[in-house]
């Protein structure tokens, strides 16, 4: 894998420039995500940009610095802080032939707008046969200190809407061309960024503008023998750590990034399971009711007679993300704990 | 030997009449032949085997109405020496009487499970641990059997606990619901007889018998890497046989009694003393055996055992000795250097994950071995009581088949008669033999002066082709390092 | 995800022929030779008894129903006296049940495609799991089912729904054993003709559905078994 992982911005309001890869021609995921966010704008008139900060201030993880000054406070709207009516915003906009592209400063505001995304946005096309190409994005997940209020991986909630098309990237080219084919795409989206990940993971980053990942396919990370850890988000990073540490005890683990969380990709996650005949679901989201208790139930049901052992959950427990460190710590998944998992799975 | 039951046709069907016997006792039968017609109120149907071999005994008359899961009558598998209740092993060495297993050889396992083995994994892990007292090593008397067990609290082995809790069930249902898959499948250890999906499957699809297949997974687990060995390799292997030479039963004809001669006396060798010679010599001309002693202080073990033999009997109502603690102490050795707790088979040495211990036990009719399965799981008063129902069962000749087998390191304890040290002779397929000598007070040197403690001298056997000093060596002074640093105290709860 | 069934429609075929080719079929389906197979036909005036049924059941003496066209065969099913005959359709699905069968639930699922059939042509029925297995019209029944397993795991026999059948044909027995419980058929209850034809592509889909099969015609080798009369 050509990542790197780098120095973390500070948290939320970072100085980098946007724009600025690194020398080495490199893209950090928070790069690679606003160069996905220019070129579509520049290729189509009707995408337009709205959010709390997005304009004047350039984005409070400076996701859209320069973007103004580029194409205007109509396509890239300051917003007041209230969700409900970005989203509402949102859909009416579509209605009208506009592609618009919300931002949510962090992802846990989206709840804000719970109705209108559920309700409204999810089922538009289902009850009027107009379809809605938003894009709904934001940082989400944990892993910063930054507690209950901004470290939420709201995917399962809106997942269960049904009608919204989910996406949780881990690497900066998955961003990059997944952000694109959403925008691109008429069903509305979710296109959620992992902030640990913002600044963390640099890579190769191909500057074709028309290169699109395709919505609703998962990517095997890293191939292996003994165990599947089926993941996605910053867990995929996680992981690939893990498996080294696991390949120096002769435990190969092969990962698979889910990089779509609704639709799943069954083929990939039960070719994985074929393949070694382990499960480990990994996620960042609560364990009960996340996303891994849908991917457990697809292999149980669907992979059972490729099975060695049980198909295995490692996810956090259902309490408010901790503030303080230490209990944030305990709180996530660690490296460790993904190879005690492992290891227990592979001598089961 | 395997137990028919009335079978459960349906989830609300509770009981079945039988309409007729379509085989009788001393009728062989054919895998998946008819046995018996029954008639529940939803449906009727006959009945098939599960497997191939003779029938034993027809417990319940035609016409009787019985409750689902009543034994029915039970079967002897084909090639067992059917003989009685002590039916010997199915297909490998069959070892005549299956309940004189001596210093010599056990029939490694290869005996089809029973039908009680047939049951639940985690309950295969622990047999039957109703404690009584202790065996023949534990004390110099046998203590009379008066204890009234206690209700046996054992721990299961150590079954995978993800912190983040598993989503499925430790142990799938492998159970009776396919009795003709598990019946084949020796109860080699304590999770020996659970088949993964992926096992049974690949097993159905490539025409593989699963007895045949050692279990190197967790608890004696078949996992996929050992199928899937034998399907690159060509197909079924042999059957995986003890190791040892099979002793034959014996010879066709009787030899003439002699007479006596003057000063003489002819004492007719008994069937389970003509089995255990034949093992020992099996044993001696099978391995390469070597010997290796270490002295251990246990003086500290011996004060404890004083402080606290009186709360363990009131708390647990056996008696506390040193055997348990030995037991345990080599245990964590035998996980710690797997080649001593392994057998040879053919060109490969096969590690056993778990252990199970045997336990020599002198009574009697000479010498036998039970065998504590899934020690490695047990704490210190597990083993105490396991050894104590092995022992009180072995001395009035209740133990089963399955209790004498599947042995991976065996302990014999000659110390209560006097001995201090002691050359025994390895339990085939193992690959060592611990003897556990007479405590004695010596005078032993400490930061160079004289002082006397407690001594015990532990040797074992071991075999040469698998191991060499070194690790034999290694292993011995583990042992001596846990007797003499472990806080005991802790397990055994006082 | 739809099992692969074989469909057998041969149409009206003396009992022991059916008998004898659907237990050759049940030997096959035990072996794992052939798959889950359906046979639905009609038979000739015949009353067959099972294992429970009493003598004193059979109220005509066999000279008579003889002398009426019908036959007396005692089988290997349970259950008392029935009756087969023109205008009934009779099913007989031979499926694997698998090593760990659940015979209830399969009387469930046989009694919930026919009370479907019955649904689809306007005619209301239930179980009666109080009274016996069957489908229930209130207190008469439209449709009797009595099963046996091969080894514990193939299914035999099956169910006879009543379409137009004439239902005096009843009162030569004490049928299923049950003397105050009449019959009925779906003519009977529409008032109208419904014959077996009009419903056997009901009963296909219905029994397609709950034991999710997806039918496709028999080999001709296999059909003629039951065309054959003495069928080999």
């Known amino acids: ?348 | 030997m395997t137990s028919i039951q009335m079978p459960q046709l349906g989830e609300t069907i509770v009981e079945g009449t039988i309409l007729k016997w379509l085989k009788r006792e001393g009728d062989a039968v054919a895998r998946d032949e008819p046995l018996f017609e029954i008639s529940t109120d939803k449906v009727d149907t006959e009945v098939p085997s599960p497997v191939a071999g003779t029938v034993t005994k027809i417990l319940v008359d035609e016409g009787a109405t019985v409750p689902v899961g009543t034994a029915l009558m039970e079967i002897s598998e084909a090639g067992a020496a059917a003989s009685g209740d002590a039916a010997a092993s199915g297909d490998a060495a069959a070892s005549g009487d299956a309940a004189a297993s001596g210093d010599g050889a056990t029939s490694s396992g290869d005996a089809a499970a029973s039908g009680d083995a047939a049951s639940s994994p985690a309950s295969g892990a622990a047999p039957t641990t109703e404690p009584t007292p202790e065996p023949s090593g534990g004390a110099a008397s046998s203590e009379g059997s008066s204890a009234a067990p206690p209700p046996a609290a054992v721990t299961p082995p150590a079954a995978p606990a993800v912190p983040a809790a598993p989503a499925a069930p430790v142990a799938p249902a492998a159970a009776a619901s396919v009795p003709a898959a598990v019946a084949t499948v020796p109860d080699r250890g304590p999770r020996s007889q659970i088949l993964s999906p992926l096992v049974r499957r690949l097993a159905k699809e490539h025409d593989l018998d699963l007895a045949q297949i050692a279990g190197t997974g967790s608890g004696g687990r078949i996992t996929k890497a050992d199928v899937m060995a034998v399907i690159s390799s060509g197909g079924q292997v042999a059957p995986a046989t003890a190791g040892a030479t099979a002793p034959v039963t014996a010879p066709a004809q009787p030899m003439p009694a002699p007479s006596a001669g003057i000063g003489e006396e002819i004492v007719p060798v008994s069937h389970i003393r003509r089995a255990i010679a034949e093992h020992m010599l099996a044993s001696t001309q099978t391995s390469a055996r070597a010997w290796t002693m270490v002295e251990v202080n246990v003086d500290h073990l011996v004060k404890l055992r004083e402080r606290i033999k009186a709360t363990f009997q009131e708390r647990y109502g056996l008696k506390i000795t040193y055997l348990p603690m030995v037991v345990r102490a080599t245990v964590d050795a035998l996980l710690e250097y797997p080649d001593v707790n392994a057998r040879l088979d053919g060109d490969n040495i096969v590690r056993h994950r778990f252990v199970n211990m045997g336990i020599a036990v002198s009574y009697d009719a000479g010498l036998i071995v039970p065998v504590i399965k899934g020690a490695d799981g047990m704490n210190t008063i597990g083993v105490a009581r396991a050894i104590a129902d092995l022992a009180a069962r072995a001395r009035s000749h209740q133990l089963r088949p399955d209790e004498v087998q599947g042995a991976t390191f065996t302990i014999t304890n000659p110390g209560p008669y006097g001995s201090v040290a002691s050359v025994p002779i390895i339990n085939q397929p193992n690959v060592g033999i611990l003897s556990f000598d007479a405590i004695v007070k010596r005078p032993v040197v400490i930061d160079d002066a004289i002082a006397i403690r407690s001594m015990v001298n532990i040797s074992m056997s071991w075999d040469h082709r698998v191991i060499d000093g070194e690790a034999a060596t290694r292993f011995l002074a583990r042992v001596k390092e846990n007797l003499e640093t472990w806080d005991f105290a802790e397990d055994l709860g006082v | 995800m739809p099992l692969p069934a074989w469909l057998i429609r041969p149409g009206t075929v003396p009992y022991d022929v059916a008998n004898a080719a659907m237990h050759r079929l049940a030997e096959r389906r035990l072996a794992d030779e052939i798959p889950d197979t359906v046979i639905l036909l009609e038979h000739p005036p015949v009353f067959t008894a099972g294992r429970r049924a009493k003598v004193d059941e059979l109220l005509w003496s066999p000279d008579e129903v003889e002398a009426r066209g019908g036959l007396v065969r005692m089988i290997d099913r349970g259950g008392s006296f029935t009756f087969h005959g023109p205008g009934q359709l009779v099913g007989y699905p031979i499926l694997g049940l698998g090593s760990r069968p659940d015979a209830v639930d399969y009387l469930r699922r046989l009694e919930e495609a026919v009370i479907g059939i019955c649904a689809d042509v306007g005619v209301a029925s239930d179980r009666r799991a109080d009274v016996q297995t069957g489908v229930w019209v209130g207190d008469d029944k439209i449709c009797a089912i009595g099963v046996r397993l091969m080894r514990a795991r193939v299914t035999l026999h099956g169910f006879a729904l009543n379409c137009e059948t004439d239902l005096s044909w009843f009162r030569g027995i004490v049928a299923c054993g049950l003397p105050d419980r009449g019959q009925t058929s779906i003519s009977a209850q529409l008032g109208r003709r419904v014959d077996v034809s009009d419903v056997l592509p009901l009963a296909e889909r219905h029994l397609a559905e709950v034991f999710d099969l997806s039918f496709e015609p028999a080999p001709d080798e296999i059909v003629t078994a039951f065309q054959v009369a003495d069928a080999v």
């Open chain 1, 1 to 348: 894998m050509a990542t790197q992982q780098v120095e973390a911005g500070a948290a939320g309001h970072g100085a980098e420039p946007r724009g600025k890869r690194g020398e080495d021609g490199q893209a950090t995921y928070l790069i690679a995500i606003a160069e996905a966010l220019w070129e579509e704008m520049e290729r189509d008139d009707r995408v337009f940009m709205l959010g709390e900060d997005i304009g004047v201030y350039g984005g409070a993880f400076k996701v859209t610095e320069g973007f103004i000054d580029r194409f205007g406070p109509e396509r890239v709207m300051d917003t007041p802080i209230a969700e409900e009516t970005i989203v509402g915003m949102s859909v009416g906009a579509a209605m009208e032939g506009l592609r618009p592209v919300a931002e949510f400063q962090y992802a846990d505001f989206m709840s804000s707008g719970f109705d209108e995304i559920t309700t409204v946005l999810s089922r538009y096309h289902y009850r009027a046969g107009v379809p809605l190409p938003v894009v709904l994005r934001g940082p989400s997940g944990g892993g910063v200190r930054a507690s209950s209020f901004h470290s939420i991986n709201p995917e399962p909630w809106y997942a269960y809407a049904g009608g919204i098309k989910i996406m949780c990237p881990a690497f900066p080219s998955d961003a990059k061309g997944l952000l694109k084919s959403a925008i691109r795409d008429d069903n509305p989206s979710l296109f959620l960024e992992h902030k640990w990940i913002y600044r963390r993971i640099k890579e190769e980053v191909s500057e074709d503008p028309e290169l699109l990942v395709p919505i609703g396919s998962a990517d095997v990370k890293r191939e292996g023998s003994d165990v599947s850890i089926i993941t996605y988000g910053a867990m995929v990073h996680k992981a690939l750590e893990a498996a080294d540490a696991l390949a120096q005890r002769g435990i190969s683990a092969e990962i698979v990034d889910l990089r779509t969380v609704y639709p799943l990709d069954e083929e990939t996650i039960l070719r994985s399971i074929e393949k070694t005949s382990r499960a480990l679901v990994l996620y960042e989201s609560y364990r009960f009711l996340g996303i891994g208790t849908e991917v457990a139930a697809v292999i149980a049901e669907k992979a059972f007679e490729h099975l060695d052992a049980p198909v295995v959950r490692l996810a956090p427990p259902n309490v408010p993300v901790p503030f303080s460190p230490p209990l944030e710590d305990a709180f996530l998944p660690q490296i460790a704990d993904i190879e005690a998992a492992v290891d227990r799975l592979a001598g089961w």
